[in-house]
Structure formats: C-alpha cells, structure tokens
C-alpha cells in the first residue's frame, strides 16, 4: 500500500494521499517517517477531524505529549463544530468518545461511545472507535465486545494488530482467541 501511495504522491499530491501513505508509515511503526505527511494533511485539509488526530496518534507515538494533545483538542473541537450541524451522526459521535478517551477523559468518552454504537451498531468504523475509546478508558470487556462487532464489520485485522492503543490488549487471552493469535 505503501508503494502505492508513494507513486499517488509523485503523480498528484493530496492531503488524503499524504494522511494515507502516512497511516500505512505509522502501523508499520515508522512515525518519524509518517510524522512530516500527518502535517503536510493537517495543513492542506485544516477542517479535516481525521487529519488532526492521524497528527496526533503520530505525535504520541514520537512522544510529543504537549503536541499531540493539542492535535487530539483540534480534532476534538473540528468534531463539536460537525456535530452541531449533525447532532446524531454515529462516526462523528465515536470520533468523539474517541478524542476524549486519547484526552483522558473517560467521563466524557463513555457516554458518547454508547450512543455512537447504538445508533451505528452496523458501522465498521463506529465499532473500531468504540473499541479504541473502551480499552483507552479502561473497560477491557466493552472493548472487546467493540472489537468483536467491528471485526463482523470487516475491520481490517492488520490495523488492530498494529494500534498501539491495544497494546495491553492484545496480551488478553480473549483478545487472542477473536483475532485467531495462535
């Protein structure tokens, strides 16, 4: 995928080619290389929710906590600004729950991850959210019973294999057994 977005870059560049080839970068565990194509898409796509976290996720994992939670709080606020003209869209709600939870706080990423499933319960990417967003706040069964609805949704099995925010999770037995780890 990588090569693919290398020669997209080359032909016709654009901030969703630039986040793309980034994310390929940042599951195989280079953010140093992802790091400069999460800013060239946060700054050709200012408005995009999706391009500030992608910065974000890159920034944590170079360790630039200062940086990357003000991406996350970027991200954040782009979604509140969506959701204002949408109040019942489910990926903007799980994008939500999801910036709380990189932010910290559980209280307010709970609530809106439940209403994000139950009005996308059918929604890959709502699950996949939903899954981050439980196991970042601690609630390892909710998050794998996310992450089970998600996979049913077709969500990618290398992604969750190389989320950094499953970590932990990917030491559970449970965790194991759903993603056939042998």
Known sequence: AARSFERSLALRPSASVYTNLGTAYFFQGKCAEAAPLMEKAANLGPKNNEFWANLADVDACLG??????????????????????????????GALALYWARLGDSAKALPEAGEARTRGSANRIVQWHAALTYELCGR??????????????GQPRNEIRNEPALAALRKDPEYQKLIGVR
């Not at 390892?140 to 949704?153: D, T």
């Open 140 to 153: 390892r069964e909710a998050a794998l019973n996310a992450l089970a609805a998600a996979l049913r949704l």
């Open 64 to 93: 630039l906590a200062d940086k990357a939670r003000a991406g996350y709080e970027r991200a954040l606020g782009l979604v509140q600004e969506r959701l204002a003209v949408n109040p019942k869209d489910p990926e903007l709600l």
